[in-house]
């Protein structure tokens, strides 16, 4: 066993502690930790193996000094003719972010952020499952699992730790505390990659529960956007024991009447309201005008998947312009995010070369993560949140959400925020989660 300072043996028994409370199963902790290499996830595990085995993050040097020279011999294409972005992200901009990712990034300091974290990684259905797990010292906190989507990360999250596990330093009340599971999903950061066909969202969902109830969470809430949005529906539709409900921010409420129109392009029916059409309009507009990149990854991940392992320019466009694109930010993702911030989520995909495995997953689902039809959101029967961020891919409309969502209880259109709603303001986001998940907590313990 490797030797330790008194800080990380400290660190370690916290990390121990939190795990103990869960009833988790750990062996070799401090060694684990501090003697881990650079992170890797899918190493060989037994399938069989339901221990929950610490995890800590070190990108060894010289793939960060490979990522630097492949920066610096980066072919560039000739400049766009044309003024806007109409034919995607500007030269300069891409340039400019790119030279910052090459001469004055430093990976290592959210690296150190990470880790400071307790992280970890278990095995479920054939495939390492990568995850943050922070209690709350309130007693009576509530467990909540956050999924993150594409091209996010958990990173997304890191913000809402602090408000959610102790919501009192962020001028909330100790009731409304959670217990916080931020996990990867496979094929994303520092999870296992699939191997075969069939990690779907049903089978996310699936693997979500089983890691909430192998943490000793008998009950629980789930949240997600994006990807993490489909998978929460998937969660509820089954609706295994212990789900006291979910929350959203990206629902699922197309009515089936209008998904033909809005997909061939027509006009919005006269019938609809303001808030209806302005909902048409916007998702006429992403199906016409910007979903390209869904339709690619949906039908041939694997080619895309070469660009995006091979070259950072690659990766960095393809990855900046959605963020630009849905941030709340009038396509300046920075008034939101920091380089740094941005750059931390590139850096990760291109650390765990998880371009080509994180777009199988839209393979995988190969669906109208909009339509409530095609999401069967009517099969739902536990409670349902909604909170709607007006820079979101559409505003769904509170007539369109309470049809598609039988069980709705909560409806929220909130102030400022986007489709990245945690990342871009996290205050606001576990102020929602807040009151939201409130009325579900006098359900945990009732019996099922």
């Known amino acids: 066993m490797s030797s330790a300072s008194p800080a990380s043996q400290n660190r370690s028994l916290a990390i121990a502690a939190i795990a103990m409370a869960c009833g988790l199963s750990l062996f070799a902790l401090t060694s684990r930790?501090?003697?881990?290499?650079?992170?890797?996830?899918?190493?060989?595990?037994?399938?069989?193996?339901?221990?929950i085995r610490p995890f800590h993050i070190h990108v060894p040097q010289a793939e960060l000094m490979d990522l630097q020279k492949?920066?610096?011999?980066?072919?560039?294409?000739?400049?766009?003719?044309?003024?806007?972005?109409?034919?995607?992200?500007?030269?300069?901009?891409?340039?400019?972010?790119?030279?910052?990712?090459?001469?004055?990034y430093d990976w290592r300091k959210v690296e150190k952020t990470l880790n400071a974290l307790p992280e970890f990684v278990t095995t479920i259905d054939g495939v390492d499952i990568q995850f943050i797990h922070v209690r709350s010292r309130?007693?009576?906190?509530?467990?909540?699992?956050?999924?993150?989507?594409?091209?996010?990360?958990?990173?997304?999250?890191?913000?809402?730790?602090?408000?959610?596990?102790?919501?009192?330093?962020y001028g909330g009340r100790a009731e409304d505390a959670f217990d916080v599971v931020i996990p990867a999903i496979p094929g994303y950061g520092f999870s296992g990659k699939p191997t075969e066909p069939g990690w779907n969202p049903d089978r996310v969902a699936k693997a979500w529960d089983v890691l909430m109830k192998r943490l000793g969470c008998t009950e629980y809430v789930s949240q997600g956007g994006?990807?993490?949005?489909?998978?929460?529906?998937?969660?509820?539709?089954?609706?295994?024991?212990?789900?006291?409900?979910?929350?959203?921010?990206?629902?699922?409420?197309?009515?089936?009447?209008?998904?033909?129109?809005?997909n061939s392009g027509d006009p919005a029916p006269s019938s609809l309201s303001a808030d209806e059409r302005r909902a048409y309009n916007q998702l006429r507009t992403f199906f016409g005008r910007?979903?390209?990149?869904?339709?690619?990854?949906?039908?041939?991940?694997?080619?895309?998947?070469?660009?995006?392992?091979?070259?950072?320019?690659?990766?960095?466009?393809?990855?900046?312009?959605?963020?630009?694109?849905?941030?709340?930010?009038d396509g300046h993702p920075e008034r939101v995010l920091?380089?740094?911030?941005?750059?931390?989520?590139?850096?990760?995909?291109?650390?765990?070369?998880?371009?080509?495995?994180?777009?199988?997953?839209?393979?995988?689902?190969?669906?109208n993560n909009f339509s409530a039809a095609a999401q069967k959101t009517a099969t739902i029967k536990v409670p349902v949140a909604v909170t709607v961020f007006p820079g979101e891919i559409y505003r769904a409309p509170k007539s369109w959400t309470a049809q598609a969502y039988p069980s709705l209880y909560y409806f929220h259109e909130?102030?400022?925020?986007?489709?990245?709603?945690?990342?871009?303001?996290?205050?606001?986001?576990s102020e929602e989660l807040r009151e939201a998940f409130r009325p579900l907590r006098h359900r945990e313990g009732e019996a099922r």
């Not at 003697?35 to 339901?50: G, H």
């Not at 993150?148 to 330093?169: N, Q, R, Y």
């Not at 929460?232 to 409900?245: F, T």
């Not at 909130?414 to 986001?429: I, N």
């Open 138 to 169: 309130e007693p009576n906190a509530m467990p909540l699992i956050l999924t993150h989507g594409w091209p996010g990360s958990p990173l997304e999250f890191i913000k809402t730790i602090g408000p959610l596990t102790d919501p009192v330093a």
């Open 414 to 429: 909130a102030s400022k925020g986007g489709h990245f709603a945690a990342w871009e303001q996290p205050q606001l986001f």
């Open 70 to 104: 492949r920066i610096a011999a980066t072919r560039w294409p000739d400049k766009e003719p044309v003024a806007d972005t109409s034919q995607g992200v500007k030269l300069v901009t891409l340039q400019s972010l790119v030279k910052y990712w090459g001469d004055g």
């Open 33 to 51: 930790v501090q003697a881990a290499p650079a992170a890797r996830a899918d190493q060989a595990v037994a399938k069989d193996d339901t221990s």
């Open 290 to 329: 910007n979903a390209a990149y869904g339709a690619m990854m949906v039908t041939r991940p694997q080619t895309i998947g070469y660009s995006l392992a091979d070259s950072p320019a690659g990766l960095a466009a393809w990855t900046y312009e959605k963020i630009a694109e849905w941030t709340d930010s």
């Open 338 to 367: 920091s380089r740094d911030q941005i750059l931390d989520d590139l850096t990760l995909y291109w650390v765990t070369n998880t371009g080509a495995s994180s777009s199988r997953f839209y393979w995988e689902n190969n669906n």
């Open 226 to 262: 994006d990807h993490g949005s489909v998978i929460s529906d998937a969660l509820a539709r089954w609706a295994p024991k212990g789900l006291l409900g979910i929350h959203l921010n990206m629902p699922a409420t197309i009515p089936a009447n209008l998904v033909k129109g809005i």
